[in-house]
C-alpha cells in the first residue's frame, strides 16, 4: 500500500498523526471522496478480499466499494499511520431483526478509549462515534446513539432529527480476521435475496445532504432542495457515474443486472 497514494485519493492533506483530531479528519474524508458503490457486483466482476486487489480498485482505479472492500482497506491505512484499530462483525438489522454474523464490516479503534468507525455503510456518521452507552452523539448530519444489546454485543441507533431513533446495526467487539468475512461477501454478490444482486447503487454526501444513484434514478439532497433525475440508457447512467462520483467505467456496453428487468 503507498500511504501517500491513499491519502491523496481522500484528499487528506494534514500530517497523519495517530490521534483523535486525525482520525476524525481521516473518516470524514474517506466517506465524502470514496463512493458507497456495487457495481462490481451489478457487472459480474468478483469482489476478493485481498488487500492489494482492493486498493488497486479503490485507489488507483478511483472506484469505491461496499463495507468489505472500504473498511478492511481503511483498518489497513490506520495500522500503517500507527493508530491501534480492528476488524469487527457487525449484523444489519431489517424490520427489527438482525442478520447473520459478519453480515457487515466495521472497525474499532482504541485511542485511550474506544471509537466506532465505519467508511462502508453507505449513508451513516461521518466521523467516529465514542463507544459509551446510551450517549447521544452527532456528526453535525445525524443523531446517534450506541446502546447494549443482548449477549453483550452493542447496537447502533441512528436519527435524523434525534427524537425517533431507528436501529441500524448490532455488533461485537471481538477482533475478526478478514477472511471470516468471505463466505457473506460471496453471498452479497451471488444470491438472487441480495439486495446487491437486486439493485446498483453509488452514493456520497454531501456536506448539507448526499447524492445517491440507485438503479437508473440520481437522487440529490442539499438543505431544502431535492433533485431526482431518471435515466432511460445506460449512457446516460455511466455520465452520471462519472460527473457526480468520479468514477470512469470501461465502455457504454456495459449491462448493469439490476437494470435489465426495467
Not at 97 to 120: C, E, I, S, Y
Not at 138 to 151: C, H, L, P, V
Not at 209 to 234: P, S, Y
Request: charged share 20%; aromatic share 12%; net charge neutral.
Amino acid at each position: 500500500m503507498n500511504v501517500k497514494s491513499y491519502l491523496k485519493r481522500i484528499n487528506f492533506q494534514a500530517a497523519p498523526a495517530a490521534s483523535l483530531s486525525v482520525l476524525r479528519q481521516l473518516h470524514r474524508a474517506h466517506v465524502f471522496h470514496v463512493p458507497f458503490e456495487n457495481l462490481d457486483v451489478q457487472l459480474g466482476v468478483p469482489i476478493r478480499l485481498h488487500l492489494p486487489a482492493i486498493y488497486n480498485k479503490v485507489v488507483t482505479g478511483l472506484r469505491g466499494g461496499y463495507c468489505y472492500e472500504l473498511n478492511a482497506l481503511f483498518n489497513e491505512l490506520l495500522q500503517k499511520l500507527g493508530f491501534d484499530t480492528q476488524l469487527i462483525s457487525a449484523r444489519i438489522v431489517n424490520n427489527k431483526q438482525p442478520g447473520p454474523p459478519f453480515d457487515h464490516m466495521a472497525l474499532v479503534a482504541n485511542l485511550g478509549t474506544r471509537w466506532l468507525l465505519d467508511v462502508g455503510y453507505g449513508d451513516l456518521f461521518l466521523e467516529p462515534l465514542e463507544l459509551k452507552p446510551d450517549v447521544v452523539q452527532t456528526d453535525g448530519t445525524s443523531y446517534f446513539m450506541i446502546r447494549r444489546a443482548e449477549e453483550a454485543d452493542f447496537s447502533l441507533w441512528m436519527s435524523a432529527t434525534g427524537v425517533s431513533y431507528e436501529e441500524k446495526f448490532r455488533f461485537s467487539l471481538q477482533a475478526a480476521r478478514l477472511e471470516e468475512f468471505e463466505a457473506q461477501n460471496f453471498w452479497k454478490q451471488t444470491s438472487p435475496d441480495s439486495h446487491f444482486v437486486k439493485n446498483l447503487i453509488c452514493t456520497l454526501p454531501l456536506p448539507k445532504g448526499r447524492k445517491t444513484l440507485f438503479n437508473h434514478r440520481f437522487l440529490q439532497r442539499a438543505g431544502n432542495e431535492r433533485k431526482m433525475e431518471a435515466f432511460d440508457n445506460t449512457a446516460d447512467l455511466l455520465q452520471c457515474l462519472k460527473t457526480e462520483f468520479g468514477i470512469e467505467t470501461c465502455g457504454a456496453n456495459l449491462q448493469f443486472a439490476a437494470l435489465q428487468a426495467l
